[in-house]
């Protein structure tokens, strides 16, 4: 009993010191009277880190923006901007009377030497390149143990802050993204790869010219020189090529920038990122496994030429985008010129697997029906050992079947209806597929098979109250159908039990697999959208 009633406070006490350090490393002064007053208990821990501080005495806590003080030769005016890693000032820098941006380390004295190499690694490699386009670091240093650089100030706002008022027009759009092509062709050609390239990290300045910032993610393209382990995902889902989703460090080169370049692109254009989903994972799902909806459903204004400019940036794969950053930028300006474009539309066979990717859960559905419906068919006209009566109910059904398969999926376009529309859909397919069988009296038939099948594939919604919604409807159905046989025949008890018995514990026993892996997943996905990204 007494170990019951100290898990709680041993996971109080937790929270309370994870807080503290929390607010530690992002900067802040958290009240240590008030966490000991609260928690005597930590005092011991406290002490530990009050010697830690001791150990390094010359360190400082960085800079916010609270507080406006000096920061060596700068003088610290705002702060504008804070990621995972740093946090960036308007600073002005006193001997040279200029005003500049001064990044710093997020968490100061606390940062690990790894994030410290990695923010000495993003000052270098900005710091070797000189294009118009792109923010200059003027310099870097480190000031009472904290590390930073001050770079261009650019004075204006983001891209991203202009996506807020709605979408581009498309020649603005085309003009502005064919500038910044050229800016990230003359970073591969000094053998850097950008990897987080994003409406965020483009700045806009006075005259709306754009300047791409931002190299915290940066890839050197010299042996020897590759700063993300393979396995590791590194980037912004929503704008993250394929292969940065899924981890393929080796793979990632200056293609998926090209693929970002084409995710801005269409942002720009719509108004919307490419793929958008309720979490982080469920956008790299999208990113690997979906396919694009057309610019041209979503703002009609759209150029037809520049919609295949922003597709062919969007392919799955490396070898079917722009060879180049550069000829990404030509084609565009060819746009712009009114000359035909590069970019073609696709074949019949490459739009129906596109078709089939952007509505994964329609086409399936549509694919198994037709072959069911196919088999039917031929059964009926080879056999003639099916009524026609029976033949037509089977047939309907399955019409039906396909028929609330298409409602469901035209109302998973409306996001305000698309989690009430997983569960009615999961439901509508168990309750279909009993209703086939019913029809069909064929509570032996293969097609029993399709209720586990049914329970799987609703772990691809990745949500553990629609496996569990789709389990119980199955058991339901199964149940309804051993009703009916016993109806139907006029028995009392049910034939053979306990294979009924066994199949229905099955159905239980794959819902809970299912529902126990979506779970796992769903809760490493939760930790990491925690987790600065690396």
């Known amino acids: 009993m007494a170990d019951e009633h100290r898990a709680p406070e041993d996971a109080a006490l937790a929270a309370a010191l994870d807080s503290y350090l929390a607010e530690l490393q992002a900067g802040l002064a958290p009240d240590r009277a008030a966490l000991l007053a609260r928690h005597p208990e930590l005092a011991k821990e406290l002490e530990c880190l009050d010697a830690l501080d001791r150990l390094a005495p010359a360190a400082a806590p960085p800079p916010t923006p609270e507080h406006i003080t000096d920061f060596g030769r700068y003088e610290l005016l705002e702060e504008i901007g804070r990621g995972g890693m740093g946090v960036v000032y308007k600073a002005r820098q006193k001997d040279l009377d200029r005003v500049v941006a001064l990044k710093v380390i997020l968490a100061g004295r606390l940062a690990s030497p790894d994030v410290v190499r990695r923010f000495d690694a993003e000052a270098r490699v900005a710091a070797r390149i000189q294009h118009p386009n792109i923010v200059r670091v003027l310099e870097a240093g480190e000031i009472h143990g904290q590390h930073y650089f001050a770079m261009e100030f650019v004075a204006g706002s983001s891209l991203d802050a202009r996506l807020t008022r709605g979408p581009l027009d498309p020649a603005e759009a085309a003009r502005l993204l064919a500038t910044v092509a050229r800016a990230v062709a003359h970073l591969h050609a ?78 720009m254009l719509t108004g919307r990122p490419v793929f958008r989903a309720e979490s982080p994972l469920d956008t790299l799902v999208m990113v690997l496994e979906s396919e694009p909806v ?17 597709l062919r940036c969007l392919e799955k794969s490396p070898a079917q985008r722009y060879p180049s950053a550069a000829a990404l930028a030509d084609d565009l300006d060819r746009f712009l010129k009114g000359e035909p474009v590069e970019a073609r539309p696709p074949g019949a066979w490459p739009q129906v697997r596109r078709w089939s990717r952007r509505e994964p859960a329609l086409s399936s559905r549509l694919a198994g029906l037709t072959v069911c419906a196919a088999i039917a068919q031929v059964n009926y006209s080879l056999t003639h050992s099916v009524p026609f009566a029976l033949h037509a109910k089977i047939m309907a059904a399955m019409a039906v079947w396909a028929l609330v398969s298409l409602a469901c999926q035209w109302a998973m376009r409306r996001e305000r209806w698309a989690a009430v529309v997983r569960f009615v859909w999961g439901g509508a397919d168990v309750a279909l597929l009993t209703a086939v069988l019913e029809i069909d009296e064929a509570l032996a038939s293969p097609l029993v098979a399709l209720y586990p099948a049914l329970i799987v594939a609703s772990g691809l919604w990745f949500r553990v109250p629609v496996v569990a919604v789709t389990t119980a409807a199955a058991v339901i159905g199964y149940v309804w159908l051993l009703a009916a046989e016993c109806w139907r025949t006029g028995q009392t008890q049910v034939p053979q039990p306990h294979w009924h018995l066994m199949f229905l514990a099955t159905l239980v026993l794959v819902g809970f697999v299912v529902a126990y892996q979506v779970h796992r997943v769903r809760a490493l996905s939760r930790y990491y959208e925690r987790r600065p990204l690396p």
């Open 190 to 267: 000094q053998g850097i790869v950008h990897r987080d390239l994003k409406p965020s990290n483009i700045l806009l300045d006075e005259s709306g010219e754009p300047r791409v910032t931002d190299f915290g993610l940066a890839k050197l393209l010299e042996p020897g020189s590759q700063q993300t382990q393979s396995g590791i995902i590194a980037g912004t889902p929503a704008y993250m090529s394929p292969e940065q989703a899924a981890g393929r460090a080796a793979q990632t080169g200056p293609l998926s920038d090209v693929y970002s370049l084409g995710a801005i692109l269409y942002e």
């Open 294 to 310: 057309a610019l041209r459903q979503v703002n009609a204004r759209v150029p037809r030429e520049l919609e295949m400019i922003c």
